[in-house]
């Protein structure tokens, strides 16, 4: 009898199937929408946002699978396809293995029948081929590896686009200043290497901060407007205030929401050590998969809470921006198109 696939697994077939739900064939839809007044602005995709948010409640995965976090990863890498930018570039991709280097993906694409089966499925194998394919990617910055959460990179151009996620649940007291002070220094730490990389931070804090611990919502909010400021650090951050019901609880208490695995294997996001995750590519029927999404919980994203500055659509606007304006006009054709031709 085979095994039950990990809640990873699960996870991921989950999310593969709400983007591609949202995307027919692999055509997404245009992002960039014109107003009245002539102005373009970027219009994010939240009922994605909202289903994949609800995977781990679902599942009732704790912070140690990194699925709770990892559904920020998979919605920003899916709002970075909705801009244009090729499939294979944004990392996560929306299948497995996640981290494919473009010359690998362009191999793939070029061979045919025998030879290309072989290799699909040398690269499909839950344990990532070390130093081909990889779980996650990790970059390097001036003085440490770090691994990034999202991220678009080629050999020609290095890193292009760096975002980092955190994701906070509960025991708000207690650790809402150490992921901020930490991914300060991881910002640093990249921009200092990658200076045209286009360094983002978003941040996904469930709204029962505001009522539970108010002034420590609002001294947070505060820390996070400045974090984008620094001419030296970020430069954009994102705050997705997250609510859901109050039966539902994604973090077991003590058991603080962190980003995708560094904080669970430091080792790992300083290249020390090996990052396969052999749950990643699990089979998963699809009658779990239609059972899931016709039951998973009721999310909604309290926009009213975030300033401007913070705001998911702003973000995304100045990172696609940026990435667009430190490149070639015949970089990235696709995402200049759409933002060329809004709705």
């Known amino acids: 009898m085979a095994a039950e696939p990990s809640i990873r697994s699960k996870a991921w077939a989950i999310f593969d ?7 027919p064939e692999g055509v997404h839809t245009n992002p960039w929408i014109r107003d009245g007044d002539g102005t373009v602005r970027y219009e994010p995709d939240f009922p994605v946002l909202q289903r994949l948010l609800g995977v781990p409640l679902y599942l009732e995965a704790p912070t140690t699978t990194g699925v709770p976090a990892l559904a920020l990863d998979v919605w920003v890498s899916y709002e970075l396809r909705r801009a244009g930018f090729a499939p294979d570039a944004t990392w ?50 001036k003085n440490y590896l770090k691994q990034v959460d999202v991220v678009m990179s080629d050999w020609d151009t290095g890193p292009e686009l760096l975002i980092s996620t955190k994701r906070m649940d509960s025991s708000f007291g207690k650790n809402a200043a150490n992921r901020v002070e930490e991914s300060y220094g991881d910002a640093k730490n990249l921009r200092l290497r990658h200076p045209l990389a286009a360094l983002g931070f978003v941040y996904g804090l469930r709204s029962t901060i505001l009522t539970e611990e108010p002034k420590k919502a609002r001294w947070l909010i505060d820390l996070l407007q400045k ?14 205030m997250i609510e859901y019901g109050a039966n539902l ?11 995708d695995g560094d904080a669970d294997n430091p080792l790992v996001a300083a290249g020390l050590d090996d990052d396969t995750l052999p749950d990643e590519g699990e089979e998963v029927p699809a009658t779990a998969i239609d059972e899931a999404l016709a039951g998973l919980p009721a999310v909604q994203i309290r926009h ?3 300033p401007d500055g913070l ?23 696709d995402a200049r198109e759409r933002l060329e031709a809004p709705r």
Do not use: W
């Open 17 to 23: 199937r709400i983007c591609a739900d949202a995307a």
């Open 92 to 141: 996560p991709r929306a299948e497995h293995p996640r981290i494919l280097p473009a010359a690998i993906a362009n191999l793939l694409r070029a061979l045919k029948g025998k030879e290309r089966d072989q290799l699909a499925k040398r690269l499909a194998n839950p344990t990532p081929m070390k130093g081909v394919v990889s779980a996650s990617a990790n970059v390097l910055g």
């Open 227 to 240: 974090l984008g400021r620094e001419d030296d650090a970020y430069h954009a951050v994102a705050l997705i």
């Open 249 to 259: 609880a994604t973090i077991p208490p003590g058991d603080e929401a962190v980003d």
């Open 304 to 306: 009213d809470a975030v």
């Open 311 to 333: 705001q998911p659509a702003r973000f995304l606007e100045l990172m696609i921006r940026r990435v667009i304006d430190a490149t070639p006009v015949d970089r990235h054709e």
